[in-house]
């Protein structure tokens, strides 16, 4: 063979071998990305499981099954825990129980932990002027400090309930604490009216109360009374007056459209002291006592224009 015949039989096998190596490699190079691909996807879709959220089937949201997380408290749903002020809000609705079946419009005014000589005798100025008895939950501490006041509610037609002798959620935890603390406010009213009270609003409402206090407060002859329109006249952030007529006009609104009975939560608050600085809780407590004399005279005008009539607890 001489040398024109071999290079054209090269040139010839280059043409054939060079092609099918670059083949081979494009194909082994796009096998290769395909088993990235496919292992990149499967990470994902084991991400996505991992970190998806399943529907619970009511518009919320539940974790994936076998899964805990912290759950956090949500609006409107905080877990109750004993505390010295609560802060009861509008869309809260304690159940008045053992209250006596009332036509729809009539409506109670109820003013708990007082008496004070402060916000105690304004609300009763307005009583008296509109003509409106009202039921006030008064504690025995503020009943030795104040008997004077206690004195001028009872004679003035007003009903008067046991709210616990010093408003301390401690005695719900036991049962010969929560006997004596009755009997003390119950004794120190007694001691001021000359009349035992036969209503009873527990601190904080009646959700604090165990099967042991219910056993305690039927055996010494007490009615339980809660309520179910709130002021939200203790919200620690503090409230307008305005605030308050709209919580308890709308609450009125609710209850009397179900045929009940509106039992409205208010406070006349307990005795204060100095003059606390602004923006201290001892201030904003100020304040919302304030609101509630501010109010007080717009809700009932307002009740009374529509139709609604007044009346105790005791009644």
């Known amino acids: 063979m001489n040398w024109r015949s071999f290079l054209t ?6 043409a054939i071998l060079i092609p099918a190596a670059l083949l081979s490699v494009r194909l082994d190079l796009n096998f290769g990305g395909l088993k990235v691909k496919q292992a990149a996807g499967e990470q994902f879709k084991k991400e996505l499981r991992d970190t998806a959220v399943f529907p619970a089937g009511n518009g919320e949201t539940a974790e994936k099954p076998g ?7 949500t609006a409107g749903h905080e877990e109750r825990q004993p505390r010295r002020e609560p802060a009861e ?15 729809s419009r009539v409506v109670y005014l109820t003013f708990d932990d007082g008496p004070n000589t402060v916000t105690t005798p304004q609300i009763l100025d307005i009583l008296k002027r ?23 509610i009872r004679e003035e037609g007003h009903a008067i309930g ?23 406010a119950a004794e120190a009213i007694e001691a001021v009216t000359g009349t035992r009270p036969v209503l009873y609003r527990p601190p904080g409402g009646t959700a604090n109360l165990n099967h042991v206090c219910r056993e305690i407060l039927a055996e010494r002859g007490y009615r339980i009374a809660g309520w179910n329109v709130s002021s939200a006249d203790t919200d620690p952030h503090g409230v ?32 204060t002291g100095g003059h606390p600085a602004p923006g201290t809780p001892g201030y904003i ?16 005008r307002t009740l009374k224009e529509q139709g609604f009539t007044f009346s105790t607890l005791a009644e």
Request: proline content about 7%; some cysteine.
């Open 240 to 271: 307008t007056p305005e605030q308050l007529i709209n919580n308890v006009l709308e609450g009125v609104a609710r209850v009397s459209r179900k045929g009940a009975p509106a039992v409205i939560l208010m406070h006349d608050g307990a005795q």
């Open 130 to 152: 509109h003509g409106v008895k009202a039921t006030f939950f008064v504690t025995g501490r503020n009943a030795r400090l104040n008997p004077g006041v206690l004195r001028r």
């Open 162 to 184: 046991n709210h616990s002798y010093c408003h301390d959620y401690a005695a719900y935890r036991d049962q010969a604490a929560f006997a004596s603390d009755l009997e003390l």
């Open 9 to 14: 039989t090269l040139l010839i096998g280059m």
């Open 285 to 300: 407590y100020v304040k919302n006592r304030e609101a509630d004399v501010a109010a007080l005279p717009v809700i009932i």
């Open 67 to 73: 899964t805990e997380t912290e759950r956090q408290p």
């Open 89 to 103: 809000q509008p869309g809260h609705q304690e159940e008045p129980t053992e209250q006596p079946e009332k036509h």
